[in-house]
């Protein structure tokens, strides 16, 4: 699995998920940095990250986010490091 760039291709790929499920980017940076505040020495933006912080958007937030593939957020963190300019 490849290491997301930067939180900011983080959150746009979790945006790319989660958008019409409720998941914007402002509640998504929320959870991102809770996520991060008890997880900042482990995270690398890794498919278990993205899990995680998915996790504290349904229970925190109280959202009903469908689960995350693997294989598809790797697809997606690609391109959008390189839409983003960050690849």
């Not at 997301?4 to 983080?10: G, K, L, Q, T």
């Not at 790319?16 to 940095?33: K, L, M, N």
Request: charged share 20%; proline share 5%; glycine share 6%.
């Amino acid at each position: 699995m490849p290491k997301v760039v930067s939180p900011r291709v983080f959150i746009d790929t979790l945006e790319s998920f989660f958008d019409e499920h409720g998941g914007h980017q402002r509640v998504i940076a929320s959870a991102f940095a809770q996520y991060i505040h008890t997880n900042w020495d482990e995270y690398v933006g890794s498919f278990t990250d993205a899990c995680g912080v998915r996790d504290i958007l349904n229970n925190c937030f109280d959202l009903d986010l469908p689960p995350l593939d693997a294989i598809e957020w790797n697809l997606y963190v690609n391109h959008n490091a390189s839409y983003l300019g960050e690849s």
